[in-house]
Structure formats: C-alpha cells, structure tokens
C-alpha cells in the first residue's frame, strides 16, 4: 500500500522576481503572502527560516512568522531552520512553538531528516492518542449509560429488579 499522503511547506528567504533568481512556481511576493499561502495549505509540516527578507530591514522574521502560524493553529509542526547557530535563536523559536530548530551547516541535511521523522512519529502518536480517547470515552459513556439504567430500574421497577436479581441466585 502507498504511504500516507505528508504534506510539507518551505517558507524560506525572499522573492525576488527575478528570473535567474526565483524558485520555480508562482512566487506570492512579501512574507504576509507568503504566509497567507502556507496556511491556506494547511501543510502537515512547515519548515521556516529564521531570515525571511534579507533585504527589508522591516520584514517579519522566522520567529515572528513562527507566532502568526502558531495563533492560527497551535498544533502546526513548524522546524525552523538558519544559519544561526545562537542558542538564544533556538531557545527563542522553541518558546513559540517550534517543534525543532536545524542549523545550516554540513550536517544539516541528516538533521533534518532525523527532525521530520519524530514530526511523523509525533503525528503518529497524536492520532493514536485521538483513538484511545475516543475509545475510552466511548467504553466510559457505555458503563454510564449501564449504570443509569439500573438507576431508573431501580426506582421505577424496584419489584421487577428483585424479581430479575432473585432469578439468579
């Protein structure tokens, strides 16, 4: 059987409209629609730079795009990656909600291989965790429901109950 379809969304540097420079796709310009993008998507995972806009002193920054993607919803795995290697970066992304922080160095790749597995395994264990609730609550509201039961057996038909319970022994 096919793998389960994972969907992942790369913000990372700016767009600079220029042919020789641009990714291939259609490029949504500043960070805002960057962003707007990316969670319209609604990816499984989104891997963010700290560095949006290098060249617009004004522009948000990963952790600032990390804070809007967060308060539309909380539980978006995010990986920030930068060529930043300042604890105080890392430390600051995963206060707001980054799920892992990958330095752009020459092991980079492998880390972030290693990151994306434990976001799947994360995501594994989230629906798992979904599964067993709904399971307990469903088992639990079953009992109660058995229970309410003889309640109302109990004070509507307390002579057929006794009846019933004196048939057994």
Known sequence: TDPPEFTVAVASCFY????DWDRPGKPYGQHHKILE?????????????YYMDKKNPNAMNGIEV??????????????????????????ETMKHGAFDYVVKNESAFIRSFNVISNVIKN??????????????????SLIGSV???????MVF?????RNYALSWG
């Open 16 to 19: 600079v409209n220029e042919a």
């Open 37 to 49: 993008k990316v969670v319209e998507q609604n990816p499984d995972l989104i891997i963010l730079d």
């Open 66 to 91: 990390l804070k809007k993607i967060k308060q539309q919803n909380p539980e978006q795995h995010v990986i920030m990656l930068s060529g930043q290697d300042k604890i105080e970066v890392a430390v």
């Open 123 to 140: 995501m594994k264990s989230i629906e798992m965790m979904k599964a067993y609730r709904f399971g307990f609550f469903f088992l639990l």
């Open 147 to 153: 229970f309410l039961m003889v309640i109302i057996l």
């Open 157 to 161: 038909f307390p002579e057929t109950l």
